[in-house]
């Protein structure tokens, strides 16, 4: 999968994601769904997981056969981002522990499948 590919679906995911997100509190209107900053959550994760696949990419096209390392590399780096970001959130942002909790570990989980799965059908042509 080309780059431009890759990028083309990976902003109609994140479109689809955004649109599910905004609608959900209208069909739940009395439940606390999503912390106040979950915006900020979506976007920090929309563009590590971005990051994180364009290093794989690169990593790949420039040396195939080191290319396990590159996608160890970007899941290290994305992680490291992602704790050093709930490290700073939790410190600036009090209260409503547990609804924050569900809502990065849920977006990270979500955004993770779609990058593991762009990964593994660019291993599938690289197999044939």
Known sequence: ????????????YCFVLG????????LFPGETLFVPKFWVIFGFLGGITYIAYLMVFLGTKRNPETGIMAIMGSIAVKMLFSMAFVLIYSYKHTGSGFV????????????????IYCLLRNLRHQNK
Do not use: G
């Open 1 to 12: 999968m080309s780059l431009a590919k890759f990028s083309i679906l990976y902003f109609i």
């Open 19 to 26: 649109a599910i997100a905004y609608t959900l509190p209208a």
């Open 100 to 115: 924050f909790v569900l809502n990065f570990f849920s977006l990270y989980l979500l955004f993770s499948f779609f990058e």
